[in-house]
Structures are given as structure tokens and as C-alpha cells.
């Protein structure tokens, strides 16, 4: 039982370069999310999946996609990186969106644009 | 706006001592209050969660604390270890969806021998 686990763990790219950050968990949650933490920040909302087949986007979703491909899976795209991407991306899960389920996290993808 | 401001922003202790972490937050309508332990590298790991009517969670030798009316909350850290050396993050919970949470920016605890 691996928790969250996240692909890569570190990955530099250059200014307009793509690149998807892969998110699964095997607690066969409904719910997925990815996050943005920055120094000195909390973490921040990119997007989340309240269930299979649906997105919806967070507090920070502009220069970013995101594809449910299955209920394990949750992947985050950034088309054109630009350097005020450069952050720590976190994935999470829970057994849905109802509060009172805690979110359990990934061990975060750390990501430089030069 | 909803806000979690957390104090101090860092702090140094000795191992075998006793600490405290400050959580003020500005968050309408409240739903819960967790707190989270960061390792270094690593994602967050929850250790309490608190609704409203909860003045009081234990963990181990991690105490949280919640007063809802001054909209404070506190972690205290019994006995601490190296392994506690982390940064805390307290999270509160906008109304009743999980994806509506407010992080704070964390306190990073050094604990030294």
C-alpha cells in the first residue's frame, strides 16, 4: 500500500517547455487535488477531482491542465512553463470532498523553470 | 478574505523540551481545523483535526488546542524529539468541502541535541 505517489520527484525545464506531472493513489479515493507550495506560502489549490469524469479548477489554476484518466490516476500539464512555476507540486487524496476526510499527500514533484 | 496566519515563523529548541505553536485564522463559515507535519522533502502527514465543538485533540506528544470563539489554535509539543525537527502547517476547512481548505505558512521546528 504505496499511500500517493508521485513521478518525477525533480525536474527542471526551460521557459515554454511542457512537461506532465503524474499523480496515483491505491486507497481507492474518490477525490484527488494538486497543490502549489511556495516559500514563506501556504500550499495553494491548482485543481481538483471531486469524483471520476469531473475537474474543477482552484485558487491558482491559470497556466495549468489537469486529466482524471482514472480513479487512481490524477495528472497536472503545464503547456508553456514560465519561471513563476518553479514551486514544489503536491497531489493529494481523500475519500471525497466532504471536510471531515483528511487528505492524504504525495511526496511532492520539485520543479525549476529557467 | 480567508487568512491562517501561524507564530512564530521558526523557532529552536532543545531536545527533551517543551514547545508551543500559535494558529490565528480569519475563515467564514468554519467547518474544521487540522494540524500537519512536513518533513523535509516530503508531503504533509496530518496529526490532529478539530470541528468547532473540539476543545482538545491529542496525539501522541503533539496537543492541539482550539478556541473558536478568539479563533485560535494551538500545538504543543511534549518531550520533543529530533524527529520532531518539521515544519508544522495548521489548515482550516471553509464550510463543509475539503476543497475549500486555507493553509498557513507554517512554523519550522529545529529541535538540537
Known amino acids: 500500500n504505496a499511500g500517493v505517489t508521485q513521478t518525477p520527484k525533480f525536474q527542471v525545464l526551460k521557459t515554454g517547455q511542457s512537461m506532465t506531472l503524474q499523480c496515483a493513489q491505491d486507497m481507492n479515493h474518490n477525490s484527488m487535488y494538486w497543490y502549489r507550495q511556495d516559500p514563506g506560502m501556504g500550499l495553494r489549490l491548482i485543481y481538483y477531482?471531486?469524483?471520476?469524469?469531473?475537474?474543477d479548477k482552484g485558487e491558482v489554476p491559470n497556466g495549468y491542465n489537469v486529466s482524471r484518466l482514472n480513479k487512481r490516476e490524477f495528472s497536472l500539464r503545464l503547456e508553456s512553463a514560465a519561471p513563476s512555476q518553479t514551486s514544489v507540486y503536491f497531489c493529494a487524496s481523500s475519500e471525497s470532498t466532504d471536510a471531515i476526510y483528511e487528505q492524504y499527500f504525495g511526496p511532492g514533484t520539485r520543479l525549476t523553470v529557467t | 478574505k480567508n487568512q491562517v496566519e501561524q507564530s512564530p515563523q521558526s523557532l529552536i529548541i532543545l531536545e527533551g523540551k517543551n514547545c508551543t505553536l500559535q494558529c490565528n485564522y480569519t475563515v467564514s463559515p468554519f467547518s474544521n481545523l487540522r494540524w500537519y507535519k512536513q518533513d523535509t522533502g516530503r508531503g504533509p502527514v496530518s496529526l490532529t483535526i478539530?470541528?468547532?465543538?473540539?476543545n482538545t485533540k491529542s496525539n501522541g506528544r503533539y496537543t492541539a488546542t482550539l478556541d473558536a470563539d478568539t479563533k485560535q489554535s494551538s500545538l504543543h509539543i511534549t518531550a520533543s524529539q529530533l524527529s520532531d525537527s518539521a515544519s508544522y502547517i495548521c489548515v482550516v476547512s471553509v464550510g463543509a468541502a475539503g476543497n475549500k481548505l486555507t493553509f498557513g505558512g507554517g512554523t519550522r521546528v529545529l529541535v538540537k541535541p
Open positions: 478539530m470541528t468547532f465543538s473540539e
Open positions: 477531482s471531486a469524483s471520476e469524469g469531473t475537474t
